[in-house]
């Protein structure tokens, strides 16, 4: 059964740190783009961080310089490091594999920062 599963999430002070992960299984993960999309009340999703099967990255203007995004091949896992949050980064954060045609998306994850 495939599925993709986000974990991480929660409430940070601005300047914090959380680190998103995302649990893939029924597929063949390595062969996937992996990227996390985010949604905030009342705003159309977007991409935040996309890394490709040979890990070449790209990241919303916004967040260049404090989110790094990674994977692991070995553990069927994407990882998203935010540092330095700020109220404009609480959102739902989703986990997508893409290959081709074939779009997967995670349940979410809540990330609220506030003081």
């Known amino acids: 059964q495939l599925q993709l599963v986000e974990s991480g999430g929660g409430l940070v002070q601005p300047g914090g740190s959380l680190r998103l992960s995302c649990a893939a299984s029924?597929?063949?993960?390595?062969?996937?783009?992996m990227s996390w999309f985010r949604q905030a009340p009342g705003k159309e999703r977007e991409a935040v961080a996309i890394?490709?099967?040979?890990?070449?990255?790209n990241y919303l203007d916004s967040v260049k310089g404090r989110f790094t995004i990674s994977r692991d091949n070995t553990k069927n896992a994407v990882y998203l490091q935010m540092n330095n949050l700020s109220p404009a980064d609480t959102a739902v954060y989703y986990c997508?594999?893409?290959?081709?045609?074939?779009?997967?998306w995670g349940q979410g994850t809540q990330v609220t920062v506030s003081s």
């Open positions: 997508r594999g893409a290959r081709g045609s074939y779009k997967y």
């Open positions: 029924g597929f063949t993960f390595s062969t996937y783009t």
């Open positions: 890394i490709s099967t040979t890990d070449e990255t």
